[in-house]
Nanobody, 120 residues
């Protein structure tokens, strides 16, 4: 059974930074961060492959960095230069297959999410 537990959400002002963490169990091949606001589809933010290669949504390129610590089974999302549009519930997700899309259907397992609120 795969378990994903996110932490690190909170409220910050525009321009600020936050780091999200996700502790995982299992043997993921692809891992990622997604976000969702009410009445919108879940949006892919960043993916990281088993070899450490990463991909990002255009909206966060240059501001967000995804990384992982395999020794501690922890996935991170460093978020800088935050904007009010980044406000969402952020979800950690994993898949047992190669990363191939930032769409949510590319992932199998999901955490419960952590809320990030950016004020202007």
């Amino acid at each position: 059974t795969v378990h994903l537990v996110e932490s690190g959400g909170g409220s910050v002002q525009s321009g600020g930074s936050l780091t999200l963490s996700c502790v995982w169990t299992g043997d993921p091949v692809c891992m990622g961060w997604f976000r969702q606001i009410p009445d919108e589809e879940r949006e892919g933010v960043a993916l990281i492959s088993i070899d450490g290669s990463a991909s990002y949504a255009d909206s966060v390129k240059g501001r967000f960095t995804i990384s992982k610590d395999n020794a501690n089974n922890t996935l991170y999302l460093q978020m800088n230069s935050l904007k009010p549009d980044d406000t969402a519930v952020y979800y950690c997700a994993t898949s047992g297959t190669t990363c191939y899309t930032l769409k949510s259907y590319g992932m199998t397992y999901w955490g419960k999410g952590t809320l990030v609120t950016i004020s202007s």
